[in-house]
T-cell receptor, first 114, second 115 residues
Framework: GENVEQHPSTLSVQEGDSAVIKCTYS??????FPWYKQELGKRPQLIID?????GEKKDQRIAVTLNKTAKHFSLHITETQPEDSAVYFC?????????????FGKGTHLIIQP | GAVVSQHPSRVICKSGTSVKIECRSL??????MFWYRQFPKQSLMLMAT?????????EQGVEKDKFLINHASLTLSTLTVTSAHPEDSSFYIC???????????FGPGTRLTVT
């Protein structure tokens, strides 16, 4: 099965600075990598995703990069704002044996310091 | 678009009883639905994948006779926790995916407490 490692577990940055969260995955057959933001007690919300045939994707202040050779992908948030404070999860999609789900990293608690 | 609802949001039940949780896609047809479990301050763990009209595929270590999943229509999947025990207390979240996309949209979750 797939294994996803996520670092750091906690990240504190000054408002306005950039934040970077990194993930590695183990299964070279994984082909889809979403990032979710989860606020306390709420559902995970998809913020950006990337497929394995693309190296980089950007949506306003958020970008994701993927290195298939090294099997790692990263989330970049620029010009951070207080509302960016949340737990962020990376995930990788694997498919096989009838299963077709996401394997999640352990999460990064992002704290934006005013 | 892509709204997923879950019911109930919270449930408390006694040990040994069964609880049913519903997951609905409100504005799209979900060919595949997923059930995850999340312990406090931890990540989401996939329990099972369910395709409409087919038997669910369970992840290793998840007891299919304990966690019954039914996906009878393109907008509804249910998870029944049978003979619940205190260790089953957790946050259960469903997600749904439709069409040709890989994107999964999550429901708001159900907080299950077994006393």
């Amino acid at each position: 099965g797939e294994n996803v490692e996520q670092h750091p577990s906690t990240l504190s940055v000054q408002e306005g600075d950039s934040a970077v969260i990194k993930c590695t995955y183990s299964d070279s057959a994984s082909n889809y990598f979403p990032w979710y933001k989860q606020e306390l007690g709420k559902r995970p919300q998809l913020i950006i995703d990337i497929r394995s045939n693309v190296g980089e994707k950007k949506d306003q202040r958020i970008a994701v990069t993927l290195n298939k050779t090294a099997k790692h992908f990263s989330l970049h948030i620029t010009e951070t704002q207080p509302e960016d404070s949340a737990v962020y999860f990376c995930a990788a999609r694997y498919s096989g044996g009838g299963a077709d789900g996401l394997t999640f990293g352990k999460g990064t608690h992002l704290i934006i310091q005013p | 678009g892509a709204v997923v609802s879950q019911h109930p949001s919270r449930v408390i039940c006694k040990s040994g009883t069964s609880v049913k949780i519903e997951c609905r896609s409100l504005d799209f047809q979900a060919t595949t639905m997923f059930w995850y479990r999340q312990f406090p301050k931890q990540s989401l763990m996939l329990m099972a994948t369910s395709n409409e009209g087919s038997k669910a595929t369970y992840e290793q270590g998840v007891e299919k006779d304990k966690f019954l999943i039914n996906h009878a229509s393109l907008t509804l999947s249910t998870l029944t926790v049978t003979s619940a025990h205190p260790e089953d207390s957790s946050f259960y979240i469903c997600s749904a995916r439709g069409g040709q996309t890989f994107r999964q949209y999550f429901g708001p979750g159900t907080r299950l407490t077994v006393t």
